[in-house]
């Protein structure tokens, strides 16, 4: 069965200090991988998306970078927070190809003061 | 950007009666309509999905119409229990890449 970790749960972070959040895909081999961001009561905004190694496509800009060094790893980092970075992250995963299920990972919330 | 819209923002609704969801949607080239919920600190996960070949779809309690005409589509929640207070999310899913969700919809079901 696939598994989806997200780390860390949880940070608090001050402005201007750098973040790394991390995911770990296993069981599923080569899959579409995404980074969401949710505010408190909000919408989930896409971040960014991978289709393969290597290969990461930005859909809005938040000053956040995103990268794929293995296939079952995703990374999301700055070097600089802002406080507008406050919020929960979500990982996931899907099958590639359109019209399939994400799966999410358990997520990560991120408090910046 | 693919815009996916929600209503109402909020609903409160009885244990036992039916709670209704809307989630309207410009293009007209999706292939799967999915809805997921997200309870209270936790991830979203999915709920039910319909693909357009039929324009219902039931599991259990929980039915999904779908209007292409209209690009409409409903959740409706029969027999609402208060475990079923969560957040409901419908997404486009048109784009491969770039699964757009919609604003949201805050059920909350009283005992």
Known sequence: AQTIHQWPVAEIKAVGSPLSLGCTIKGKSSPNLYWYWQATGGTLQQLFYSITVGQVESVVQLNLSASRPKDDQFILSTEKLLLSHSGFYLCAWSLTGAGNTLYFGEGSRLIVV | ??????????????????????????????????????????????????????????????????????????????????????????????????????TGTRLQVLP
């Open chain 2, 1 to 102: 950007q693919q815009q996916v819209r929600q209503s109402p923002q909020s609903l409160t609704v009885w244990e036992g009666e039916t709670a209704i969801l809307n989630c309207s949607y410009e293009d007209s080239t999706f292939d799967y309509f999915p809805w997921y919920w997200q309870f209270p600190r936790e991830s979203p996960a999915l709920l039910i999905a319909i693909r357009p070949v039929s324009n219902k779809k039931e599991d259990g309690r929980f039915t999904i119409f779908f209007n292409k005409r209209e690009k409409k589509l409903s959740l409706h929640i029969t027999d609402s229990q208060p475990g079923d207070s969560a957040t409901y999310f419908c997404a486009d899913t048109s784009n491969t890449n770039k699964v757009v969700f919609g």
